[in-house]
T-cell receptor, first 114, second 118 residues
Framework: AQKVTQAQTEISVVEKEDVTLDCVYE???????LFWYKQPPSGELVFLIR??????QNEISGRYSWNFQKSTSSFNFTITASQVVDSAVYFC???????????FGKGTKLSVKP | GAVVSQHPSWVICKSGTSVKIECRSL??????MFWYRQFPKQSLMLMAT?????????EQGVEKDKFLINHASLTLSTLTVTSAHPEDSSFYIC??????????????FGPGTRLTVL
């Protein structure tokens, strides 16, 4: 069975601090996809990144960066120089492929204070 | 690109009535759409997978006769909550996959529909 673990329920930082959100994805599949989504207070899920299990290269997009390590099943997300607008619930999800089913973690609520 | 809309964005209804929620992919074709439910401060729980032109596949514990799903076209799926009760009050979110894109495994989400049953 697949399982997504986001151990951090809530994180609070002060603006401009760096913050890392943890995610561990457990599956028996050898091919899978991992995702991060942002859910601001408005409720709409915003797609941030997709990573397939064969690609362990780190990725950077502006202030966002992702580190995938297949050996530890971790797909961590770092926000550099956090801003108040980054405050949201962040969900890690795994699965995808031909079926398309995604399993979501419980989410990490990030609060960035001015 | 990859925009998904939902209508209505919120609805309040009386117990016992039925409510229909629409999910549309605006700029792409979606042979597969997904319906999720999210209770306050909780994660998304997959309710069913909707395939165009065929019956939906429901997750364990989801009543197919209560949550009717129709996916009649490549851009539209509907979820009807029949005989709604207060415990059905939740945030319902749909997602769609752009099967023609190189990222067919990526789900794009609608803005959600907040259902309140009185």
């Amino acid at each position: 069975a697949q399982k997504v673990t986001q151990a951090q329920t809530e994180i609070s930082v002060v603006e401009k601090e760096d913050v890392t959100l943890d995610c561990v994805y457990e599956t028996r599949d050898t091919t899978y996809y991992l995702f991060w989504y942002k859910q601001p207070p408005s409720g709409e899920l915003v797609f941030l990144i997709r990573r397939n299990s064969f690609d362990e290269q780190n990725e950077i997009s502006g202030r966002y960066s992702w580190n995938f390590q297949k050996s530890t099943s971790s797909f961590n997300f770092t926000i550099t120089a956090s801003q108040v607008v980054d405050s949201a619930v962040y969900f890690c999800a795994g699965g995808g492929g031909s079926q398309g089913n995604l399993i979501f973690g419980k989410g990490t609520k990030l609060s960035v204070k001015p | 690109g990859a925009v998904v809309s939902q209508h209505p964005s919120w609805v309040i209804c009386k117990s016992g009535t039925s409510v229909k929620i629409e999910c549309r992919s605006l700029d792409f074709q979606a042979t597969t759409m997904f319906w999720y439910r999210q209770f306050p401060k909780q994660s998304l729980m997959l309710m069913a997978t909707s395939n165009e032109g065929s019956k939906a596949t429901y997750e364990q514990g989801v009543e197919k006769d209560k949550f009717l799903i129709n996916h009649a076209s490549l851009t539209l799926s509907t979820l009807t909550v029949t005989s709604a009760h207060p415990e059905d009050s939740s945030f319902y979110i749909c997602s769609a996959r752009d099967v023609l894109a190189g990222t067919a495994d990526t789900q794009y989400f609608g803005p959600g529909t907040r259902l309140t049953v009185l």
